[in-house]
């Protein structure tokens, strides 16, 4: 990791001038907690069944998931960047583990900014110390690209809503103690925290996938669920700008994801090309590997600046100002490393094509992160309408 750690120190330096050495130490103790607790359990997390809960919550208390929020609820009251190199550190060691930390602050992200005080004192608390774990239900049966046409419904009845319907996909599911549902009522889409023991909240059982494996996914029915009023995030129709305000810092989050996958493949690659034997030859020495390194590196670098600059303006502009930013650094950073995974492969020769190996984990995770929040035709789509604005 240390050429991950050279790369950050660069950035912050420059950004922060001596303030960096505070953020570098913060930045050194995450390195130094997925070296001595994460990357040995790397292949082990990779497998279809949920990471071990004690796993999750010594990561969670660990801090990774409180760095930009306020003291007064958990969190640290640190620069967004920090918190996104931090992301890009846990996923250098584990792509799943740090997808299980994302999904859940989707949850912490949507109620520091629009919870009640009294959701904030039940469910953020709770959330950034590290005792509980969230999920957030959006995408439908239907269609998940287009959160306008949400069709589980939320029916008020006095001070209590009754919502009924079905999500699919959604991550920690299994595992969540709190879910912040979107669901349809007649002044449109609303955001509600609906805690996981609740009467007809019904969890499948996990659905395999390709990749971000021990980052468990299923179906959510709601059947006739009774939710207070006091457990509305926000007003009612606000949902869509609740979405859309978590979903920009999460395409951020994205991005940190594939930058560690990316961290992770190409010291791989690397190793592998200095030490692996061809005749007389070592393969770095073959003109094309260089290359190609040089070609991954390339890339992995103009993500890490380009990300890091977004994450550095998450601190000093409005959150909608950043939604172009935001798809670029997730459309440019999850797709530039899915090559780079790919191109692993190949140099890894009969070897990146096995299990034993697992080289093949790196594709078949980012893979995932160019679909969820938004597929990478959806981010082209926001990148072309924010641009249209300013031709
Ligand atoms: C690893 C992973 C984790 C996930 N975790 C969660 C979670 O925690 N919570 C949650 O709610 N969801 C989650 N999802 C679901 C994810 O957000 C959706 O899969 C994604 O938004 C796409 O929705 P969809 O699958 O319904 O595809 P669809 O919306 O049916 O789209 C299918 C295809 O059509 C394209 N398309 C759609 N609309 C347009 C358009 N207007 N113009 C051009 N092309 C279009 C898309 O790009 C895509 O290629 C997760 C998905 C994955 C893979």
Redesign the pocket.
Known sequence: MKKLKSDAELFLESIYGERAEEYLIIINSMINYVKERILNKRNEFDSNSPISKDYIYDTLKFGFNSIPYNKEYGGFELPYIIYIIGMEVLAYGSPALA?ILW?SN?VIDGLHYFGSNLQKEYYLKPLLKGDKIA????????????IEYIKTKAEKKGDQYIISGK???????PIADIFLV?ANTSNGITAFIIPSNVEGLKIDKPIR?L??RG?V?SEVSLDNVVVPIENRLGEEGEGINIARHIFIGGRIIAAAIALGIGDAVLDQVYQYAISRELGNHKLIDFQILKEKIANSETILQAGKIYTYYVAYLMDKMLRQELNELASISKLFTTEGVLNISNEAISIFGGYGYTDDLNIHMYWRDVK??T????????QR?IIQHELKKRM
């Open positions: 997808n999904a989707s999920a957030i239900a959006m995408t439908e049966p239907t269609g998940g690209s287009l999500k699919v996909f959604i991550t920690n599911a979107f996938k990749g971000l980052a996914f995932g992160l679909i969820t929040e938004g597929t990478s035709d959806i789509l």
